[in-house]
Nanobody
Framework: QLQASGGGLVQAGASLRLSCVAS????????AGWFRQAPGKEREFVAT????????YYADSVKGRFTISRDNAKNTLYLQMSGLKPSDTARYYC????????????????RGQGTLVTVSS
């Protein structure tokens, strides 16, 4: 089970940090990431981090503003978001990687209930 939290309503330019706690210790053996879905839109890849955190990958739309990290001792995944824009408004889901291209949301096979981020202009 993946439990995401940290969303909220913020103004443009603000920062938020999302957290995702996994219920199982095996989470540390997975490449993990975040994707988002805005109302009426398709799911969109946001970021991915490999098992040890040695490699990270970002969507072009968030590169330079968002930072993904993880603490395997706590079975927790993070997404630090800064310079938020109204276009970042979406429900954010954490997930684990299965197979395929990292930037393809269909390469991931799990998600929790997500956490809602709303950015006002």
């Amino acid at each position: 089970q993946l439990q995401a939290s940290g969303g909220g309503l913020v103004q443009a330019g603000a920062s938020l940090r999302l957290s995702c706690v996994a219920s199982e210790h095996s989470f540390r053996s997975y490449t993990a990431g975040w994707f988002r879905q805005a109302p009426g839109k398709e799911r969109e890849f946001v970021a991915t981090i490999t098992q040890t955190g040695s490699n990270t990958y970002y969507a072009d739309s968030v590169k330079g503003r968002f930072t993904i990290s993880r603490d395997n001792a706590k079975n927790t995944l993070y997404l630090q978001m800064s310079g938020l824009k109204p276009s970042d408004t979406a429900r954010y889901y954490c997930t684990t990687y299965d197979r395929g291209p990292y930037h393809d949301v269909d390469s991931y096979n799990r998600r929790g209930q997500g956490t809602l981020v709303t950015v006002s202009s």
